[in-house]
């Protein structure tokens, strides 16, 4: 097992691997995790996986969707990949409504490399990199990614959620089902934005941190839908048929 | 190949291919070096191109822009970025499919961490330099200046790209075709090496030359786990025992490269005793300059290699016995002449004569220099 006590990954994992399995999709899926905790997610699931460079992944998935159109192709990423080095990538693709999916694990911190300072950081957070806390004046505001994203046309389902409690557990679920199920309808690109905790880099036990969330995480990072163009969208084949 | 995803489709007619003019009498054509890349990758088997503008190649993407939409399950994306489109080169190299992508001397350089990243991950796909002058935005007209870049790899890691250097627009047709099967045969990068004059230039080429090797069964394609196990693509490898073997597999594959794939040309060598070594648009440059020296009497030469990695360097070597002086001739301040004194292992004098990026050497030049280096060193004797 790679991951530290209290981590979000193998929760998401697990929960990505149920969804994969109730889908009955386990043969004809694409996993990309590019740099950082997310890349070990190949160790655990028995799908066909190919790494990306560090902000990479959203291209990579891009190349692999075009050419097999009808596979289920979802990227996992963290925050540092997702909002600072590969913030072009990512946006580019949601912005062609590329028909992948991707699952945005927010800790806000860098886990692999040891708790620096994410786009994600949170004000007053102290970080590695950050060790008086992050300033506005200094390293400028947390990056509302998904927000981003949610505006781009090309962009039709995108939900924040945790993994703080049972229920939220469920709710995450359900997100990365609709996620992956908008995907194989072909209406464009889906996102599931999971506030994640981090107990070792944010030094606080896995209890702590899950509070450390609710209290904190999401005043910034607002949970639930944030744009959901599914019901009654026409699709992308029948937009292109006009 | 899966059909093209609707949401891929084009939203328009096709036009035909019309950008070059076919003889009545023959099946040549006359085409710019920049599409003809684009129509020999089509003839190969290419089906996907990713890339971003940069002169002087961007003939290239715009042909392909149209010409894929022709091709069952041609795939064209003008990416945000150099780095976007390596990435998905690797992508769908990943995914199965015949894929290139071209670029000029700045963006190559955003390339190269994919570059890295193809090699480690054991990924075949074709990649375009039509260099221009450097370093920094330099200008664009043509150099030779990313030599070194090009074979001694720009990215980071133990890795070699195979690097095909044309010298004509044929050359650009019959290297570039050959380029996806070195790759697929290897499953490793090949880079076509050429200039903004090559790029721009046009000449009458056929596409008939090209007879496709037969390639490995591509065993290592994500495609979803369908009555097999799932596979891994992966160039992160902690194990330390397995990262160095890994490493020694690589090297073992390209001394094999080294065996089977390197290319050069010899123009009146049998009896020279000055070589002019040169490469690309150098190496036309030059082998007027030889014409010339040849019918002033002169015993001179040319080698040219083709394959800059594997540099051709068994041939140089063995012709110092009989060769006095090799004359290096660039269109760089210097890069391919250490490769011809490593081969030479200080069996035989070097000369060296180069212009960086913005000027071209004309051949009277390259003969003035030939000329005195002769009958200085006294060779004619």
New interface residues.
Partial sequence: MHYCPGCGHSIVTKLIAEVIEEMNM?????C?PPAGCA?LT?NYL????????HG?AC??????????????VFTYQGDGDMAAIGT??TI?AAN??E?FTTIFMNNAVYGMTGGQMAPTTLVGQKTTTSPFGRSVQKEGSPIPISEMIAILNGAVYIERTTVTSVAAVRNTKRAIKKAFTVQMD?LGFTLVEVLSPCPTNWKMTPLKACTWIEEEMTGTYPLGVLKDETAGAPG??AA??D | MNAPDAACAPSYVPRPPSRYIVSQKSNLKLMRGNTVVGEAAVRAGCTCYFGYPITPQNQLPEYMSRRLTEVEGGIFIQSESELSAINMVLGASVAGARVMTSSSSPGISLKQEGISFLCGCELPAVIVNMVRGGPGLGNISPAQSDYFQATRGGGHGDYRVVVLAPASCQEVADLTMEAFDIADYYRNPVLILADGMLGQMMEPVTFENYSPREIPEKDYILDGAKNRPSRINRSLILNPQMMEEHNWKLVRKYKTIERNETRYEEFMMDDAKLAVVAYGTAARIAKGAVKRARSDGMRVGLIRPISLWPFPSDIIRKRASKTDLFFVFEMSTGQMVDDVRLALEGRSEVYFHGRPGGIISTPVEVLRIISRQYYQKELGK
């Fill in positions: 386990a043969d004809r899926t694409v990309i890349v190949y028995d799908v066909d996986t190919s790494e990306a460079a990479r291209a990579v998935a891009t190349g692999i969707k075009r050419v097999l159109p009808d596979r289920l072009a990538e580019h062609r409504g028909c072909k992308r084949e292109n048929a």
